[in-house]
């Protein structure tokens, strides 16, 4: 009777005890790797899709983290950037926020807010997720880096411009959201996820916001407003009858609240010419972008 007592408490202690991160290991080439977000939820495990060009070490190289688009296929974006993370000698980092435990909302405009009106746990947001998973690389590799370089494309694009405005001291160096389909607006009459309305984000924090080093990436033959997956709500589309408009005007839109905040804007919008939309057509001009001086 003891010992079988005994068992079932090691069975609870094992059931109940905290997630173990698994070891991180980040190898030349392609790796992979899973996580644990101890700093978040962490009944969430994630896979990683990692790339590290031959010659370079993971204590030094500079930190790409890369957000997929809808599809959530974080392997194949991995894989669009081998090429540019061999040509400027980064490190890249892919989380796959796969559907099965993060759904789009989960993922590119989380609910910030409870019901009370009480805002969520932060460390719960998809977006704190890079900023754990940031320090967790660090770790792992030795590397001292104060800060990561951020790319998302299409849903990816909209992860990244939230990410912005709800987390304003991320420590991004540069970020580039490419082709997303929809946005975030920076004014609070606009309720969210299309505007700020609702959100923890203060006009001190917006002004912190938009005086990040940030870049509206646009590819200027993504202007089917018949794309499968692009939003046709009535509020996207008063933003634009494209992805290609709506980039203009979201740009046109945090530059006047800069104005009229009289804050630091730090914002700028690029256009890919030729580049329909395709997170490969986009991510080496994207790296050429975050990796400029």
């Avoid at 204590?59 to 400027?88: C, F, L, Q, T």
């Avoid at 692009?230 to 992805?243: I, M, V, W």
Wanted: aromatic share 10%.
């Amino acid at each position: 009777m003891m010992r079988l007592l005994l068992l079932l408490v090691l069975l609870l202690a094992q059931l109940t005890a905290p997630a173990q991160q698994p070891a991180i290991s980040i190898p030349s080439a392609q790796g992979s790797f899973v996580f644990i977000d101890a700093q978040g939820d962490p009944k969430k495990t994630m896979t990683v899709y990692t790339y590290l060009p031959r010659g370079v070490k993971a204590s030094e190289a500079p930190i790409v983290i890369v957000m997929h688009g809808h599809g959530k296929n974080a392997r194949g974006y991995r894989d669009a950037w081998i090429k540019p993370a061999d040509a400027y000698r980064f490190m890249v980092i892919a989380p796959n926020f796969d559907a099965k435990q993060w759904s789009d909302r989960d993922y590119a405009y989380p609910e910030v807010l409870a019901r009370d009106g009480k805002a969520r746990d932060p460390s719960r947001w998809s977006f704190s997720v890079v900023e754990h998973l940031f320090d967790a690389v660090k770790a792992a590799t030795g590397n001292p880096a104060p800060h990561y370089f951020l790319y998302g494309h299409s849903e990816g694009g909209q992860f990244v411009h939230r990410l912005v405005l709800l987390l304003p001291d991320a420590r991004y160096a540069r970020a580039v959201a490419a082709n997303p389909g929809w946005y975030t607006m920076p004014r609070f009459d606009v309720k969210y996820p299309y505007g700020l309305g609702a959100t923890p984000v203060s006009e001190a924090s917006l002004k912190t916001s938009l005086g990040r080093d940030v870049v509206v990436l646009l590819g200027d033959r993504d202007t089917d407003p018949h794309h499968p997956d692009l939003r046709t709500s009535a509020a996207a589309e008063a933003q634009g009858a494209n992805r290609f408009e709506r980039g203009h005007n979201f740009l046109k839109e945090a530059e006047k609240r800069a104005a009229e905040l009289k804050c630091a804007f730090g914002w700028r919008l690029e256009v890919v010419r030729g580049a329909l939309h395709s997170n490969s057509m986009m991510a080496g001009p994207a790296a050429a972008v975050l990796m400029a001086h």
